[in-house]
């Protein structure tokens, strides 16, 4: 083995005991999950590192806000690897870098496939949902980040439940679905517009208690926000 190969060979072992030590630090300081998709990313992104190959792009507003928002867990852990990785190289990466770990880190978590941009549609349709529901309450993006979290939980995992085309095929509470239609008729209204939606854009048709659920959280957004916030 000349000498050429012998760095090689310990550039790479190197590489791999960052990613390692990397692995570590997500899950035991960040909780977040210990899989092939993480440390897969992880090497991924090293590599493009090492080999100064072009990561930066230029996401939008909205993307870089949904992912500090309701992903910051994978942003905060994204920025300390950041460090971490600007140190073993010995030179500063690109500004927004984090941002494109960051979205990596998401789709390990969320075990998206990078591949097929998985992450961008998850991060996207997050996105339309947000629009869609915002405009229904007449309350701010922003608001809803900061003062919704039990909906923006459930707006995370609906939105991978799309994306995954995964359909809910248990019984309906129907009781509670007619209930909402006779009682909450605005609110029901409201949810079926997204309804509609939804299934005009992804092909995806929410369930009767999904509709029911989002009607009912309207119902108790306009109950704490009053008149001053109508919903549509």
């Known amino acids: 083995m000349n ?3 012998l760095m090689e060979q310990s550039a790479t072992t190197s590489d791999r005991q960052l990613v390692r030590s990397l692995v570590t630090l997500a899950k035991q300081k960040y909780v977040l999950k210990d899989n092939f998709y993480l440390t897969n990313n992880l090497s991924y992104f090293l590599f493009n590192a090492c080999e100064k190959i072009p990561m930066t792009y230029v996401y939008p507003v909205s993307s870089i ?11 905060d852990f994204s920025k300390e690897a950041i460090l971490y990785i600007e ?4 030179r500063p990466l690109k ?13 390990a978590n969320y075990q998206l496939d990078i591949n097929r941009h998985e992450q961008e549609k998850f991060i996207h349709l997050i996105h339309c949902l947000l629009t869609q529901i915002a405009f229904c309450v007449s309350l701010p993006r922003t608001h809803l980040f900061t003062e919704e979290p039990r909906l923006m939980r459930h707006i995370k995992f609906l939105t991978l439940r ?12 129907n009781e509670l679905y007619f209930y ?9 209204h409201s949810a079926n517009q997204i309804r509609v939606f939804i299934t005009e854009n992804f092909d995806f048709d929410l369930s009767n208690d999904e509709i029911s659920y989002l009607a009912l959280h309207f119902r108790e957004l306009r109950r704490r926000y009053g008149d001053k916030n109508q919903l549509q």
């Open 3 to 5: 000498p050429t190969q």
């Open 87 to 90: 140190k073993y190289l010995q």
């Open 95 to 107: 500004e927004n870098d984090y941002l494109v770990l960051a979205e990596s880190v998401i789709a």
């Open 65 to 75: 806000e949904i992912m500090e928002k309701l992903f910051k867990t994978e942003v």
């Open 180 to 188: 909402v239609i006779e009682h909450h008729s605005r609110e029901f």
């Open 162 to 173: 799309i994306l995954k085309g995964e359909l809910d095929f248990s019984e309906s509470n």
